[in-house]
């Protein structure tokens, strides 16, 4: 089993609607959790964090992490052209590391 | 900001050859990375230091090489260039105790013929 895994989609979605991408992980131990946003050509950004259970929201934007069943969610509502990109889920491997998972690739159309 | 800087975009080297991958960071950070980003595969860690002079081997150093000889500067090394290196390669940094934030660099695209 992967420590990380994502559907690679592509994820489709109209403008407006509410896109929701999925990670599960297979250490139970882990106790925060990683969302990075990658646009085509660049490198990854940072866009969320989630350390305990339940949702945390920032904007449009909200995680969602369920431990019991090991999987975090990234819901973005409203979706925006611009937030086609892939969607990178991580967990962290050790004290410092991170592993991440291959990501979502989303596709938000006008 | 953070700022994570690589030395090059895009570099073409030959088999064999010796090549050198640097990443300056400005935030004061004890964490360095290297991973390189492959289609399919995601990024997948080669080497990480926590401190100057001190490495761990990630998931994937086989013909790689780091040096930290400063707390700014994490150099990769690839020892004699293989087809099989033609790569992303991203850099990335983080506070101590904040590795799950980590800030990247540009990315080098290496291409060795």
């Known amino acids: 089993q992967k420590e990380v895994e994502q559907n690679s989609g592509p994820l489709s979605v109209p403008e407006g609607a509410i896109a929701s991408l999925n990670c599960t992980y297979s250490?139970?131990?882990?106790?925060?959790f990683f969302w990075y946003r990658q646009y085509s050509g660049k490198s990854p950004e940072l866009i969320m964090s989630?350390?305990?259970?339940g949702d945390k929201e920032d904007g449009r934007f909200t995680a969602q992490l369920n431990k019991a069943s090991q999987y975090v969610s990234l819901l973005i509502r409203d979706s925006q052209p611009s937030d086609s990109a892939t969607y990178l889920c991580a967990v962290p491997k050790g004290f410092q590391k991170l592993v991440f998972g291959t990501g979502t690739r989303l596709l938000v159309s006008p | 900001d953070v700022k994570v800087t690589q030395s090059s975009r895009y570099l073409v080297k030959r088999t064999g050859e010796k090549v050198f991958l640097e990443c300056v960071q400005d935030m004061d950070h004890e964490n360095m990375f290297w991973y390189r980003q492959d289609p399919g595969l995601g990024l997948r860690l080669i080497y990480f230091?926590?401190?100057?002079?001190?490495?761990e081997k990630g998931d994937i150093p086989e013909g790689y090489s780091v040096s930290r000889e400063k707390k700014e500067r994490f150099s990769l090394i690839l020892e004699s260039a293989s087809t099989n290196q033609t790569s992303m390669y991203l850099c990335?940094?983080?506070?101590?105790?904040?590795?799950?934030?980590?800030?990247f660099g540009p990315g080098t695209r290496l291409t060795v013929t």
């Open positions: 250490d139970r131990g882990s106790q925060s």
């Open positions: 230091s926590y401190d100057v002079k001190m490495k």
């Open positions: 990335a940094s983080s506070a101590r105790g904040r590795g799950g934030e980590q800030y």
């Open positions: 989630i350390y305990s259970n």
